[in-house]
T-cell receptor, first 110, second 116 residues
Framework: DAKTTQPTSMDCAEGRAANLPCNHS???????VYWYRQIHSQGPQYIIH???NNETNEMASLIITEDRKSSTLILPHATLRDTAVYYC???????????FGSGTQLTVLP | GAVVSQHPSRVICKSGTSVKIECRSL??????MFWYRQFPKQSLMLMAT?????????EQGVEKDKFLINHASLTLSTLTVTSAHPEDSSFYIC????????????FGNGTRLTVT
């Protein structure tokens, strides 16, 4: 699976949109982009995933660039409960397991 | 949605004893479950892949005789930390998919193990 690069940390004001970037310049054609988050002392939580089209669900939106070398997770109206480590993972499905990188610590400020 | 339940959430044990952690898929069947370990301020590290009805697959550097995995049914996998030592203190998390390899992973809420 392709490697991803994310900023170590980001801050966001409560009520504003949180935009979390992820670089995956070596992504191959059959690899999906997955986003998970982990609130402190809890298990990770699945957020969203996509292949090349932008995706939206009740939690977030995923914007994937046309060349698929990067993506952005958007939390449209961040709340204090969105403070967590956000992991961007690229996965083809050929391996059953997921490999987690370091993620981005998002802190939503009041 | 798919739910993975993990028990216990916290356990404290003495050095030399064994601890069993259970991972259950509540509303789906899982032929494969994954066990991760997470040390403070670090990311999740895959320890092993649990396979229903067959032996687990361990990642490099993980001692299979120390971390015993049993996946006896399609909804239950157990991880037993044998002869625990303080360095085994960590956050253990299990996960499973409700579908093929591209389906999202669903995670348990983790088990905080403290070995005194």
């Amino acid at each position: 699976d392709a490697k991803t690069t994310q900023p170590t940390s980001m801050d966001c004001a409560e009520g504003r949109a949180a935009n979390l970037p992820c670089n995956h310049s070596t992504i191959s054609g059959n690899e999906y982009v997955y986003w998970y988050r982990q609130i402190h002392s809890q298990g990770p939580q699945y957020i969203i995933h996509g292949l090349k089209n932008n995706e939206t669900n009740e939690m977030a939106s995923l914007i994937i660039t046309e060349d698929r070398k990067s993506s952005t997770l958007i939390l449209p109206h961040a709340t204090l409960r969105d403070t967590a480590v956000y992991y961007c993972i690229v996965h083809s499905g050929s391996a059953r397991q997921l490999t987690f990188g370091s993620g981005t610590q998002l802190t939503v400020l009041p | 949605g798919a739910v993975v339940s993990q028990h216990p959430s916290r356990v404290i044990c003495k050095s030399g004893t064994s601890v069993k952690i259970e991972c259950r898929s509540l509303d789906f069947q899982a032929t494969t479950m994954f066990w991760y370990r997470q040390f403070p301020k670090q990311s999740l590290m895959l320890m092993a892949t649990s396979n229903e009805g067959s032996k687990a697959t361990y990642e490099q550097g993980v001692e299979k005789d120390k971390f015993l995995i049993n996946h006896a049914s399609l909804t239950l996998s157990t991880l037993t930390v044998t002869s625990a030592h303080p360095e085994d203190s960590s956050f253990y998390i299990c996960s499973a998919r409700d579908g093929g390899n591209r389906s999202p992973l669903h995670f348990g809420n983790g088990t905080r193990l403290t070995v005194t």
